[in-house]
């Protein structure tokens, strides 16, 4: 896939959609911005349940690639055919 302004994480897979529909893959790539509506605070506390809660629901299979770009670059987190599918 081709990226603009960023460098994707080296673990993980991106989410794609086949027929409008998403297909999620065993260990997603999940960006996040700390503090982004919630509290700076709170952000370490969601995540471990988040982790937590897939752990629990997929007995270990699946894992969240969690990806923190940056207030600036989260926009450019997608693939270019993304922003281009949804104008």
Do not use: H
Not at 5 to 26: A, H, M, Y
Not at 33 to 49: C, E, K, N, Y
């Amino acid at each position: 896939m081709m990226y603009e302004k960023i460098i994707p994480p080296e673990t993980g897979e991106v989410i794609t959609f086949q027929n409008g529909e998403p297909v999620v893959p065993d260990n997603p790539i999940i960006p996040f911005i700390r503090g982004d509506g919630t509290g700076i605070d709170l952000w370490p506390a969601s995540q471990r349940v988040f982790d937590a809660a897939v752990e629990t629901a997929y007995g270990g299979k699946r894992k969240i690639s969690w990806f923190m770009p940056g207030m600036k670059r989260v926009i450019c987190m997608a693939p270019i055919s993304t922003f281009q599918k949804i104008r």
